[in-house]
C-alpha cells in the first residue's frame, strides 16, 4: 500500500508505538523514561501511548477521569519533555463517553443540585425516558420493552447510579460502565442531629451506630440492617447512612449540552499543548443516545458527533482514532475508514493466534488483502491494557441473512478454548435481564494466550511487524510476560484484566533485556521503526497454506519476511541499497 493512496484526511506519525501505563514499570513515568533512554532501546520506539493514568482519576485504572491535568503522583513535564527530546510523539485518550463521579463538574452538580450550572452535563435516567417508560417501585423509570430490548449492555441491570441530591432525593443517572458504592461510618453525633422529633439519649446513640457500623464493615445490605429494639428509628438512621454515601463511577455525559462540546474542545487543546499528536477516542460508540436505539453507534448521530470533533482535533493539528469493538460482519470498521479515520485492528490479534496455532495463513491472508484493497489505515497490536478481543471476529446475523466473519463461530471457539486452557480469563456481555449473551473478549497476556512458548510470541511478532499500519506494543508482551493469576484474583469483580498489568521493577528490566526473546523482538521493532522500506508498497507473495511470504519495497530499500507457520521458523531479509543485503533466521531448531 502506498502513502498517496491513503485518504488525505489522515495524517499519522510513523514507526512503532509503545504501549503502557505511567507506572507499568518501575513506579512512575521517569522510570519508563529511564527504560527508553537505554542503549537497547535506541531508535526501537517514534510514539508512546500513555494510558490515562497519566491523567487524574479514580476508577477502572484510569478510564474514569476526574481532569485532564497531569497526576503529578505518576508524571511530571520534565518526563514528557525527556520523552520528545528522543523523538517520541504521544497518544492520549480523550474518554467521550463519561466522566468520574469525582470530576468537578458532577461534584458541582451533587452540591448544587438542581441550581448547579452542570444540571444538563450528564443525563439524568429519568428525565430521558420520561416520555418512553414507566416508573418502576425503585424510583427510576423501566424503559418500554421494545426499547429495553434494543439497549447494549456492558453489565448485568439497567446502566443507573442513584445519587443523593441537596433536597434529600435520591436520582438516577446513567452508568454504562463501572461504578462503586461505599458507605462511610456514622457517629452518634449524627445520628442525634438528624434524630428527627425522637431525642436519641448519647447511649442509644452509640449503641445504634455500632450496630449499623458492624454491617457496614460486614458489607451486609443496610435496608437489611436489624436495629433491633430500636426499629422505629430505621427510617431515619438510613438516612443518616445513605448522607454519608460516597460514590465512584463512570457518569456518561449529555452530548446534547453545548458545555459538554465545550469541554471536549478545552480538553483537546490540553491534550495538543502536552504533545499529543494522535488522540484516541475511547467509549466514543456509546456517546449517542436516542430511546429506541441501540446506544452503541446510534446512526446518523454517532457520525455527526465524529465529524463535529474532527472540526475541533483540526484545529490543534491532532488525528482521531475511535476506539470501536464491533463484530467484523457489520463493515463498522470499514464505514469509520471511508469517512477518512484510522481504526484500531482488533481483528489481528485473535487472527494471529489461530494461524499460528493451526499453522493456516488464509483468514490472515484475507484480511491483510481488504486492508489493502480498501485503504484501510490502522493501528494493530497483539496484546493491551485490555483483553484480547474475540467478539469482533464474528459475522452478523440479520433480516438478509449471514454475513461471514473472519472467522467461523466454530474457529473462534476454538481460539477461546485454547486461550482459556491456558489460563485464560473470560469477560462477558450482558441482555437487559442480566444474563449473559455473549462473551466479550479473553483476558490474558500474549505469550501465555501462545501457551508461553518464546517461538510463537517471535513470530507474531515479526507477523505484526509487517502488518500494513501502525504496530502497538504492550510493554508486558515486550518482556514475554505471563498471566498474573495472584493479581487477577485479588482484583474482585473486575480482576480479569489484571491478569495482564504486572508491573515490572527495574530489575524486572535488566534481567529481561538478557533474555533473546526480547532482545529479537528489540531488533524487530527497530528494524520496523527505521527501515524506509516500511514507508513504500507492499507485497505478498503466493505460497502455500502454511507460509507466509511478505515484503516491503520504497526505492532501494527492501525487507521480506518468509515464515513457516507450523514450525515457526522465519527468515528477514534487509536491503538497504544495491550490494547492502542482510539476512537474519529465527527459531531455528536446535
Known amino acids: 500500500m502506498k502513502n498517496e493512496d491513503l485518504p488525505a484526511e489522515i495524517v499519522l506519525p510513523k514507526g512503532v508505538m509503545f504501549n503502557a501505563y505511567p507506572d507499568s514499570i518501575g513506579h512512575n513515568l521517569a522510570d519508563i523514561v529511564r527504560m527508553l533512554k537505554m542503549p537497547e532501546f535506541n531508535d526501537v520506539f517514534s510514539l508512546f501511548y500513555i494510558l490515562p493514568t497519566i491523567f487524574h482519576s479514580d476508577l477502572d485504572r484510569g478510564f474514569s477521569i476526574i481532569d485532564y491535568d497531569l497526576n503529578e503522583e505518576l508524571v511530571s513535564y520534565t518526563d514528557l519533555d525527556d520523552l520528545h527530546k528522543l523523538n517520541i510523539a504521544f497518544t492520549f485518550d480523550l474518554v467521550l463517553n463519561h466522566l468520574s463521579v469525582g470530576s468537578p463538574q458532577f461534584q458541582d452538580l451533587l452540591k448544587q443540585g438542581d441550581k448547579s450550572k452542570y444540571k444538563n452535563f450528564f443525563i439524568d435516567w429519568n428525565e430521558f425516558w420520561r416520555s418512553n417508560g414507566e416508573m418502576g417501585p425503585d424510583g427510576y423509570v423501566i424503559p418500554n420493552r421494545d426499547c429495553l430490548d434494543k439497549l447494549f449492555m456492558r453489565k448485568p441491570g439497567l446502566p443507573i447510579l442513584k445519587v443523593r441530591f ?60 436489624d436495629l433491633a429494639e ?10 443518616v447512612v445513605k448522607k454519608n454515601r460516597q460514590y465512584l463511577g463512570q457518569m456518561d455525559l449529555n452530548a446534547q449540552e453545548q458545555k459538554v462540546w465545550d469541554f471536549y474542545d478545552e480538553t483537546l487543546s490540553k491534550l495538543s499543548d502536552n504533545g499529543a499528536k494522535l488522540i484516541r477516542l475511547d467509549a466514543l460508540a456509546y456517546l449517542h443516545k436516542k430511546p429506541g436505539q441501540t446506544n452503541f453507534f446510534n446512526k446518523p448521530g454517532t457520525w455527526d458527533y465524529l ?25 463498522l470498521h470499514a464505514e469509520v475508514a471511508d469517512k477518512g479515520f484510522p481504526v484500531y485492528d482488533f481483528f489481528f490479534p485473535g487472527l494471529v493466534i489461530d494461524a499460528i496455532d493451526r499453522g493456516t495463513n488464509r483468514h490472515l491472508l484475507r ?83 501462545l501457551g508461553e512458548d518464546e517461538r510463537k510470541l517471535r513470530l507474531a511478532r515479526a507477523i505484526q511487524m509487517f502488518m500494513p499500519g501502525i504496530p502497538q506494543v504492550w510493554y508486558l508482551d515486550l518482556f514475554a510476560g505471563k498471566n498474573d493469576y495472584v493479581a487477577a484474583d485479588k482484583g474482585g469483580t473486575g480482576g480479569h484484566k489484571e491478569i495482564n498489568r504486572t508491573t515490572l521493577t527495574n530489575s524486572d528490566i535488566k534481567q529481561g533485556l538478557k533474555q533473546t526473546i526480547v532482545r529479537d523482538q528489540l531488533d524487530l521493532m527497530r528494524l520496523r521503526n527505521t527501515s524506509p522500506a516500511f514507508n513504500g508498497e507492499m507485497m505478498v507473495n503466493s505460497t502455500d497454506e502454511n507460509k507466509l511470504h511478505i515484503s516491503w519495497k520504497y526505492q532501494t530499500s527492501v525487507v521480506t519476511l518468509k515464515a513457516d507457520l507450523r514450525d515457526y521458523r522465519f527468515s528477514i531479509t534487509h536491503k538497504e541499497s544495491a550490494g547492502n543485503e542482510k539476512q537474519m533466521t529465527y527459531n531455528q531448531q536446535a
Open 166 to 225: 441537596p433536597d434529600g432525593s435520591d436520582r438516577p443517572y446513567w452508568n454504562t460502565f463501572y461504578q462503586e458504592i461505599n458507605y462511610q461510618p456514622i457517629t452518634p453525633a449524627e445520628l442525634r442531629r438528624s434524630s428527627g422529633t425522637k431525642i436519641l439519649s448519647a447511649e442509644n446513640a452509640v449503641t445504634i451506630a455500632a450496630i449499623v457500623n458492624a454491617a457496614l464493615i460486614a458489607k451486609r445490605d443496610i435496608n437489611e440492617i
Open 230 to 239: 430500636f426499629s422505629d428509628l430505621k427510617d431515619e438512621v438510613l438516612f
Open 307 to 331: 465529524q463535529r470533533l474532527k472540526k475541533i482535533a483540526d484545529k490543534y493539528n491532532l488525528t482521531l482514532l475511535p476506539e470501536i469493538h464491533s463484530e467484523y460482519g457489520t463493515g
Open 367 to 449: 484480511w491483510i488483502n481488504e486492508i489493502r484493497e480498501k485503504k484501510i489505515t490502522t493501528i494493530n497490536m497483539l496484546g493491551c491494557h485490555d483483553g484480547i478481543p474475540v467478539l469482533d471476529l464474528k459475522g452478523k446475523n440479520n433480516t438478509t441473512g449471514l454475513t461471514e466473519g473472519l472467522l467461523s463461530d466454530k474457529e473462534i471457539d476454538a481460539v477461546v478454548d485454547r486461550i482459556m486452557n491456558r489460563g485464560g480469563r473470560v469477560k462477558n456481555l450482558y441482555g437487559p435481564d442480566g444474563k449473559k449473551i455473549a462473551y466479550y473478549q479473553v483476558n490474558a497476556t500474549f505469550f501465555s494466550a
